[in-house]
């Protein structure tokens, strides 16, 4: 299992960024597929999940609104689009896999299974 995201970068407030999550070695629709992001100081937190099954999703109430995650299950990709970007979304986020743990627990708690991929920076500065 392996997961590799994309897509950080260093943009403007209020501007956007999509990261990409692509995943190899199992099947996108029998995962859960969750964001985290984690700032120095500031523990983890789970930005948003989706059940690649059904397409039910969870976010975290200071991205809703603003963030949007997707799946491309031809591409075996997962995205977050980031629009409205605020300097408190600066962080280093990682995509994560679970087989089992549903969307709202594996965005509360973290995935069960650890399948986690190496970070992308997003910086939100003027």
């Known amino acids: 299992v392996q997961l590799q995201a994309s897509g950080g970068g260093l943009v403007q407030p209020g501007g956007s960024l999509r990261l990409s999550c692509a995943v190899s070695?199992?099947?996108?629709?029998?995962?859960?597929i969750g964001w985290f992001r984690q700032s120095p100081g500031k523990e983890r937190e789970g930005v948003s999940c989706?059940?690649?099954?059904?397409?039910?999703?969870y976010y975290t109430d200071s991205v809703k609104g603003r963030f949007s995650i997707s799946t491309d299950k031809a591409k075996n990709t997962v995205y977050l689009q980031m629009n409205g970007l605020k300097p408190e979304d600066t962080a280093v986020y990682y995509c994560?896999?679970?087989?089992?743990?549903?969307?709202?627990?594996?965005?509360?708690?973290?995935?069960?299974?650890?399948?986690w991929g190496q970070g992308t920076q997003v910086t939100v500065s003027s």
């Open positions: 989706i059940s690649t099954h059904d397409g039910t999703t």
């Open positions: 070695g199992f099947t996108l629709d029998r995962y859960y």
């Open positions: 994560a896999a679970d087989r089992s743990v549903p969307t709202v627990t594996m965005c509360r708690y973290g995935p069960v299974d650890d399948y």
